[in-house]
């Protein structure tokens, strides 16, 4: 088993910046994708940024492209998402997320493809 926890959300006003983190502890070798993913109320849960654990190849959401940032520290076990240039369509509780399988072609931007979860941690941003 695999557990995924968030922290670093909270308040910024608009243009500012926030870092999440994603601590994944358990059976974690092996990880093949780590993801973050964001939902705002009444809203479908939405891809941000996905990092390969090996090769830290990055994908990107196209309105946060330049402004958010992927990273992981394998031997720490955590993903990390730096968010820059906040905007208020960008409050969200944002989710890490991982998988064990190889993901083909966009495979990444769907939650289903996706085992493992965190409890997600809110960030808003104030106008």
């Known amino acids: 088993q695999v557990q995924l926890a968030e922290s670093g959300g909270g308040l ?13 502890s358990g059976r974690t070798n092996n990880m093949y994708t780590m993801a973050w993913f964001r939902q705002a ?13 090996s090769g830290g190849t990055s994908y990107y959401l196209d309105s ?17 998402l730096q968010m820059n240039s906040l905007q208020p369509e ?11 399988r190889p993901l083909h072609g966009m495979g990444y931007i769907y939650p289903i493809e996706y085992a493992y979860w965190g409890q997600g941690t809110q960030v808003t941003v104030s106008s």
């Open 12 to 24: 910024v006003q608009a243009g500012g910046s926030l870092g999440l983190s994603c601590s994944a």
């Open 41 to 53: 109320p009444g809203k479908e849960r939405e891809f941000v940024a996905a990092i390969r654990w």
């Open 64 to 80: 946060v492209k330049g402004r958010f940032t992927i990273s992981r520290d394998a031997a720490k076990n955590t993903a990390y």
């Open 90 to 100: 960008d409050t969200a509780i944002y989710l890490c997320a991982g998988t064990f």
